[in-house]
Protein backbone atom coordinates (compact mmCIF):
# COMPACT_ATOMS: atom_id res chain seq x y z
CA UNK A 1 0.00 0.00 0.00
CA UNK A 2 0.90 3.44 -0.26
CA UNK A 3 1.51 5.72 2.79
CA UNK A 4 -0.31 8.76 3.28
CA UNK A 5 0.90 11.81 5.15
CA UNK A 6 -1.15 12.48 8.53
CA UNK A 7 -2.29 9.27 8.90
CA UNK A 8 -2.01 7.00 11.46
CA UNK A 9 -1.32 3.12 10.53
CA UNK A 10 -1.18 -0.10 12.22
CA UNK A 11 2.12 -1.95 10.81
CA UNK A 12 2.75 -5.54 11.50
CA UNK A 13 3.99 -9.00 9.90
CA UNK A 14 4.64 -12.20 11.18
CA UNK A 15 7.37 -15.03 10.55
CA UNK A 16 6.34 -17.22 7.15
CA UNK A 17 3.96 -20.34 8.80
CA UNK A 18 4.40 -18.56 12.07
CA UNK A 19 7.72 -19.42 12.92
CA UNK A 20 9.97 -17.68 15.74
CA UNK A 21 11.60 -14.38 14.13
CA UNK A 22 13.35 -13.60 17.41
CA UNK A 23 14.92 -16.66 19.59
CA UNK A 24 16.82 -14.15 22.55
CA UNK A 25 17.15 -10.88 23.71
CA UNK A 26 19.85 -10.63 21.22
CA UNK A 27 17.20 -10.64 18.03
CA UNK A 28 15.20 -8.61 19.84
CA UNK A 29 17.24 -5.91 20.24
CA UNK A 30 18.83 -5.88 16.66
CA UNK A 31 15.49 -6.08 15.30
CA UNK A 32 14.66 -2.45 17.17
CA UNK A 33 18.30 -0.91 16.40
CA UNK A 34 17.55 -1.32 12.67
CA UNK A 35 13.87 0.15 13.18
CA UNK A 36 15.18 2.96 15.27
CA UNK A 37 18.03 3.42 12.18
CA UNK A 38 15.56 3.54 9.61
CA UNK A 39 12.38 4.68 10.80
CA UNK A 40 12.95 7.40 13.56
CA UNK A 41 13.71 9.41 10.55
CA UNK A 42 10.61 8.92 8.04
CA UNK A 43 7.62 8.62 10.99
CA UNK A 44 6.81 8.92 14.43
CA UNK A 45 6.51 5.65 16.42
CA UNK A 46 3.45 6.03 18.62
CA UNK A 47 3.12 2.44 19.92
CA UNK A 48 5.05 -1.11 19.72
CA UNK A 49 5.66 -4.42 20.65
CA UNK A 50 8.14 -7.51 19.52
CA UNK A 51 6.43 -10.81 19.94
CA UNK A 52 8.45 -14.25 19.24
CA UNK A 53 6.90 -14.81 15.77
CA UNK A 54 5.47 -11.08 15.17
CA UNK A 55 5.88 -7.83 15.39
CA UNK A 56 3.45 -4.53 15.66
CA UNK A 57 4.06 -0.77 15.13
CA UNK A 58 1.69 1.94 15.27
CA UNK A 59 3.31 5.26 13.33
CA UNK A 60 1.99 8.33 12.51
CA UNK A 61 2.88 9.55 8.80
CA UNK A 62 3.86 13.55 7.86
CA UNK A 63 5.47 15.35 5.16
CA UNK A 64 8.69 13.01 5.47
CA UNK A 65 6.63 10.37 3.69
CA UNK A 66 5.52 12.29 0.77
CA UNK A 67 9.13 12.11 -0.67
CA UNK A 68 9.03 9.42 -3.61
CA UNK A 69 11.98 6.69 -4.24
CA UNK A 70 13.29 4.64 -7.01
CA UNK A 71 13.38 1.43 -6.10
CA UNK A 72 13.97 -0.51 -9.55
CA UNK A 73 11.22 0.26 -11.85
CA UNK A 74 8.97 1.29 -9.67
CA UNK A 75 8.33 4.13 -7.11
CA UNK A 76 7.64 4.12 -3.51
CA UNK A 77 7.21 5.83 -0.51
CA UNK A 78 9.69 6.28 2.40
CA UNK A 79 7.59 3.59 5.06
CA UNK A 80 7.39 1.48 2.51
CA UNK A 81 11.09 1.16 1.53
CA UNK A 82 11.83 1.29 5.22
CA UNK A 83 9.86 -1.87 5.83
CA UNK A 84 11.21 -3.18 2.81
CA UNK A 85 14.79 -2.48 4.49
CA UNK A 86 13.89 -3.22 7.63
CA UNK A 87 12.70 -6.81 7.14
CA UNK A 88 15.90 -7.62 4.34
CA UNK A 89 17.74 -6.01 6.71
CA UNK A 90 16.87 -7.93 10.16
CA UNK A 91 16.39 -11.45 7.88
CA UNK A 92 20.17 -11.25 6.75
CA UNK A 93 21.39 -11.27 10.11
CA UNK A 94 18.86 -13.39 11.79
CA UNK A 95 19.87 -15.93 8.81
CA UNK A 96 23.78 -15.52 9.26
CA UNK A 97 23.33 -16.15 12.53
CA UNK A 98 21.21 -19.40 12.84
CA UNK A 99 23.08 -20.53 9.18
CA UNK A 100 19.73 -20.74 7.36
CA UNK A 101 18.95 -18.97 4.40
CA UNK A 102 15.40 -17.82 2.41
CA UNK A 103 12.57 -15.54 3.35
CA UNK A 104 11.95 -15.11 7.14
CA UNK A 105 8.83 -13.11 6.97
CA UNK A 106 5.44 -13.37 5.19
CA UNK A 107 5.81 -11.43 1.57
CA UNK A 108 3.25 -8.87 2.76
CA UNK A 109 3.41 -6.60 5.79
CA UNK A 110 0.27 -5.44 6.95
CA UNK A 111 -0.41 -1.89 6.97
CA UNK A 112 -4.34 -0.66 8.74
CA UNK A 113 -4.55 3.01 8.01
CA UNK A 114 -6.69 3.63 11.32
CA UNK A 115 -7.57 7.53 9.86
CA UNK A 116 -9.74 5.68 7.41
CA UNK A 117 -11.56 3.54 9.78
CA UNK A 118 -12.09 6.48 12.09
CA UNK A 119 -13.42 8.88 9.45
CA UNK A 120 -15.94 6.29 7.86
CA UNK A 121 -17.24 4.43 10.42
CA UNK A 122 -20.76 3.68 8.72
CA UNK A 123 -20.43 0.05 8.84
CA UNK A 124 -18.48 -0.58 12.43
CA UNK A 125 -20.29 -0.63 15.56
CA UNK A 126 -18.71 -1.23 18.96
CA UNK A 127 -15.77 1.12 18.27
CA UNK A 128 -15.29 4.85 20.05
CA UNK A 129 -12.14 5.31 18.86
CA UNK A 130 -9.75 3.06 17.22
CA UNK A 131 -6.49 5.00 17.90
CA UNK A 132 -7.03 4.37 21.50
CA UNK A 133 -7.91 0.61 21.22
CA UNK A 134 -5.04 -0.10 18.65
CA UNK A 135 -2.87 1.73 21.03
CA UNK A 136 -3.74 -0.87 23.89
CA UNK A 137 -4.25 -3.53 21.95
CA UNK A 138 -0.57 -3.40 21.47
CA UNK A 139 0.41 -3.54 24.54
CA UNK A 140 -1.55 -6.00 25.61
CA UNK A 141 -0.17 -8.82 22.98
CA UNK A 142 1.88 -10.75 25.65
CA UNK A 143 -0.71 -10.93 28.07
CA UNK A 144 -2.74 -12.21 25.48
CA UNK A 145 -0.44 -15.02 24.48
CA UNK A 146 0.45 -15.36 27.86
CA UNK A 147 3.83 -15.01 27.90
CA UNK A 148 3.54 -12.87 30.95
CA UNK A 149 0.94 -12.68 33.44
CA UNK A 150 1.84 -9.01 34.17
CA UNK A 151 2.92 -6.46 31.19
CA UNK A 152 5.18 -5.11 33.21
CA UNK A 153 7.43 -8.45 32.63
CA UNK A 154 7.81 -7.78 28.74
CA UNK A 155 10.46 -6.15 27.66
CA UNK A 156 10.11 -5.69 24.25
CA UNK A 157 7.41 -3.21 23.63
CA UNK A 158 6.15 0.45 24.23
CA UNK A 159 4.23 -0.58 27.70
CA UNK A 160 7.55 0.12 30.16
CA UNK A 161 7.77 3.66 28.54
CA UNK A 162 4.43 4.59 29.04
CA UNK A 163 4.13 3.28 32.45
CA UNK A 164 7.01 5.26 33.68
CA UNK A 165 9.39 2.27 34.13
CA UNK A 166 11.59 2.95 31.37
CA UNK A 167 12.78 6.15 29.42
CA UNK A 168 12.78 4.95 25.94
CA UNK A 169 13.50 7.17 22.58
CA UNK A 170 11.27 5.25 20.14
CA UNK A 171 7.92 6.51 20.89
CA UNK A 172 6.63 10.15 21.06
CA UNK A 173 4.29 10.54 23.72
CA UNK A 174 2.90 13.59 22.72
CA UNK A 175 1.38 12.15 19.82
CA UNK A 176 0.18 9.33 22.21
CA UNK A 177 -1.48 12.08 24.56
CA UNK A 178 -3.13 13.90 21.46
CA UNK A 179 -4.78 10.65 19.28
CA UNK A 180 -4.94 8.07 21.69
CA UNK A 181 -5.92 9.73 24.94
CA UNK A 182 -2.63 8.56 27.17
CA UNK A 183 -2.66 9.33 30.56
CA UNK A 184 0.44 8.70 32.67
CA UNK A 185 -2.67 8.48 35.38
CA UNK A 186 -4.78 5.81 33.49
CA UNK A 187 -2.21 4.10 31.82
CA UNK A 188 -1.71 1.16 34.14
CA UNK A 189 -5.62 0.69 34.53
CA UNK A 190 -6.50 0.93 31.22
CA UNK A 191 -3.93 -1.09 29.60
CA UNK A 192 -5.32 -4.31 31.75
CA UNK A 193 -8.97 -4.09 30.48
CA UNK A 194 -8.68 -6.09 27.18
CA UNK A 195 -9.99 -5.31 23.86
CA UNK A 196 -13.08 -7.08 22.90
CA UNK A 197 -12.29 -9.53 19.59
CA UNK A 198 -15.20 -7.60 17.93
CA UNK A 199 -12.89 -4.33 18.08
CA UNK A 200 -9.67 -6.03 17.10
CA UNK A 201 -10.45 -7.33 13.99
CA UNK A 202 -11.21 -3.67 12.61
CA UNK A 203 -7.68 -2.81 13.14
CA UNK A 204 -6.37 -5.29 11.43
Not at 33 to 61: E, G, R, S, V
Not at 128 to 148: S, W
Not at 153 to 161: A, E, I, T
Request: include cysteine.
Amino acid sequence: MKFISNNIYHIYNQGNNRQKVFFDDRDYLIFLAIYKKIFLAIADTIAWCLMPNHFHFMIYTDERCNKEIKQGGIVIDPITNGIRKLLSGYARIFNNNNGRSGSLFRQKTKAKCLSDIKANPSNISCVQDYYVNCFYYIHQNPLRAKLVTRLEDWNFSSFKDYAGFRNGSICKKELAKMYCLYSPDTFLKQSYELIPEEIIKYLK
